[in-house]
């Protein structure tokens, strides 16, 4: 597993998401749920599937990530009316969100291919509003129109699948990198958003502008843009899985 963490000062509530994917004649699509506006956690966001673990998820297994993948069934199911095996749950990430902020997850990233890519999505209409199978290109066209708002775990795992031609690539992509355990650290200022990674320069102390290393992604909101800088990081592994990254 490769480690990018630090210490946390304020406890996550584990959690579990899955990227659910079906090949098509133009390439993997993804199942992209938006978040309800008055939600408190990511409102308006378009994300995977996913939630909380809860402590029935923790029957009849010891470890964390099995208890994720329990949670992550169920997930599906209550919130896009989806079935995933438990067994074609592949992790890629374990992701927690930075400090600060009221709730804070550690969340458990998996991905899989459905066995029936016919299955009907149906959603609650409250939680999730709406919803859609896109490819990971057209997921990133939108986002640079300002009309798919995405986190970084999502935007950067589409990133790393957005030139595969079907599922067989992406396991292939996320599979060359093992499991990434991240934690990053948040600096706002001027208008940008930088989320550090471990080995950048202001990652300790939290401050974006130190001078040194880079791992770090950059969000412009008005207008709209976003970056990914990973220099002078010998010893690690961006959270990318690779670099160069092509946004475009």
């Avoid at 300002?146 to 292939?172: F, H, Q």
Wanted: charged share 25%; net charge negative; with cysteine.
């Amino acid at each position: 597993m490769n480690m990018y963490s630090r210490p946390a000062g304020q406890q996550s509530i584990p959690a579990a998401t899955v990227m659910i994917l079906r090949d098509t004649a133009r390439g993997p699509e993804v199942l992209m749920l938006k978040r309800n506006r008055s939600l408190k956690f990511a409102p308006g966001f378009w994300v995977f599937p996913g939630g909380r673990i809860d402590r029935s998820d923790f029957i009849d297994v010891q470890h964390e990530k099995d208890a994720a993948i329990n949670a992550a069934v169920r997930e599906c199911l209550e919130e896009c009316g989806v079935t995933v095996r438990h067994d074609k749950l592949i992790p890629f990430y374990h992701w927690t969100t930075p400090e600060g902020g009221k709730r804070r997850f550690g969340t458990w990233f998996f991905h899989t291919k459905l066995d029936d890519p016919g299955q009907e999505v149906t959603i609650d209409g409250q939680e999730i509003v709406s919803h859609q199978w896109i490819h990971p290109q057209r997921a990133f066209d939108l986002l640079f129109q300002g009309a798919m708002p995405m986190l970084p775990p999502t935007l950067i795992s589409l990133l790393r699948i957005k030139n595969c031609s079907d599922y067989l690539e992406v396991d292939t992509v996320f599979s060359s990198s093992g499991i990434i355990t991240v934690s990053p650290v948040v600096d706002r200022k001027n208008g940008k958003v930088y989320s550090m990674y471990s080995g950048d320069a202001g990652y300790e102390s939290g401050d974006s502008t130190l001078v040194g290393p880079r791992h770090r992604l950059i969000i412009q909101f008005d207008p709209f843009s976003v970056d990914f800088e990973f220099t002078d990081c010998p010893e690690q592994v961006p959270v990318t899985g690779k670099f160069p990254i092509d946004f475009q």
